[in-house]
């Protein structure tokens, strides 16, 4: 590790072979806590490259637990977090709206790290169970249109550095890692990411896969499209801004989309959403989250028409339904 550290210190960047090595012996535990702190530190003073990316990617995929849900038409919502905003469970909630849509989701979330309620934080609460066996994880896609993928029951580098993580309290590279390593292998992805460089980044690797995808950053560093802000979108059909006015929707307040200060308000927000009873800024972000996922499966409808079809989905209640068919199972 001293080696390694010294080569950051030098500010040299690693090749994806070395990235791979380097994340592989963080997930068999060689190094100690405070080597990996230190790593983790001096890691994110700067940017991450292509090959760093990958090689990572690479390291997680080869040692994550794999699950085959039998199906190629899943889709997966989920955003790097780290982007320091504290929203409510945006993209988690979009996911059931997707699912109540009767599409296919595999969601793959964590605890907060850098925010006080990730998507794991607010299931567990609100009766989630969580599990790596696939019998039950294909069930719960069949009944439920939706499973929810815990990472560290799946990626032993996460449950290896999951308390260093808390204790530093910032994001790192595995922010960047999350939406990569979906251990069922989406062939449909949005993807948040908190900043155009990294949006670059990720663009770059998924012109590479066969991943049907879209890449959103909202211009003011929000993981989502938050309706504060324009936002930004990287697909198959190229790098586009899309105006919120032009969507017709009036811009937000940064306010209206704060998520709770504990777990327990978080998911009093959640439930609100669900039932119908939340702010019509919490309805319609949700929602326009959920139509850019939509329209991530299919890219020949309208943005409009997808915005409906997940409109449909939350008034009728089938995301509830979504929802509660999850959490029983």
Same mark, same amino acid.
């Given at each position: 590790?001293?080696?390694? /550290? ?7 960047? +690693? ?26 530190? %001096? ?19 080869? /040692?994550?637990? $794999? ?86 029951? +799946?990626?032993?580098?996460? &449950?290896?550095? %999951? ?20 251990? !069922? &292998? ?9 900043? /155009? ?33 324009? +936002? ?7 790098? &586009? ?12 307040? $940064? ?34 989250? !959920? %139509? ?26 089938? %995301?509830?339904?979504?929802? &509660?068919?999850?959490? !029983?199972?």
């Amino acid at each position: 590790m001293k080696k390694i /550290l010294n080569h950051l210190f030098e500010h040299k960047t +690693f090749t994806r072979e070395q990235s791979k090595e380097i994340l592989t012996a963080i997930a068999q535990g060689k190094y100690n806590n405070s080597q990996m702190a230190a790593f983790m530190t %001096a890691y994110c003073m700067r940017s991450i490259t292509v090959n760093e990316l990958e090689g990572f990617r690479d390291a997680m995929l080869e /040692l994550c637990l $794999p699950i085959d849900l039998q199906t190629d038409q899943i889709i997966d919502l989920c955003g790097t977090g780290g982007d320091g905003k504290d929203t409510f469970n945006i993209s988690t909630l979009a996911s059931f709206v997707v699912a109540g849509a009767g599409y296919k989701v595999a969601k793959h979330g964590n605890y907060g790290v850098s925010s006080g309620c990730g998507s794991s934080n607010v299931m567990e609460f609100l009766g989630c169970t969580f599990t790596n066996d696939t019998g039950k994880l294909k069930t719960d896609i069949d009944n439920a249109n939706i499973c929810f993928l815990h990472a560290p029951l +799946f990626h032993p580098a996460m &449950k290896t550095v %999951a308390p260093i993580r808390r204790e530093l309290g910032v994001k790192t590279f595995f922010n960047m890692l999350g939406p990569l390593v979906n251990p !069922a &292998k989406p062939k449909n992805q949005l993807v948040g990411v908190f900043n /155009l460089e990294l949006a670059r980044v990720y663009a770059y690797l998924y012109q590479k896969s066969d991943t049907k995808y879209t890449i959103v950053n909202a211009l003011e560093g929000y993981d989502e499209v938050s309706l504060t802000c324009d +936002f930004k979108t990287f697909s198959g059909d190229g790098e &586009k801004i899309n105006s919120i006015e032009a969507l017709g929707f009036e811009k937000l307040d $940064p306010k209206d989309i704060l998520g709770g200060s504990t777990v327990g308000e978080s998911a009093g927000i959640f439930n609100k959403v669900l039932n119908n009873e939340a702010t019509n800024a919490q309805n319609n972000v949700v929602l326009c989250n !959920a %139509a850019l996922a939509i329209k991530t499966i299919n890219s020949e409808k309208s943005f409009a028409d997808c915005f409906y079809e997940a409109e449909e989905s939350l008034i009728s209640k089938k %995301a509830l339904k979504s929802f &509660k068919t999850l959490v !029983a199972n």
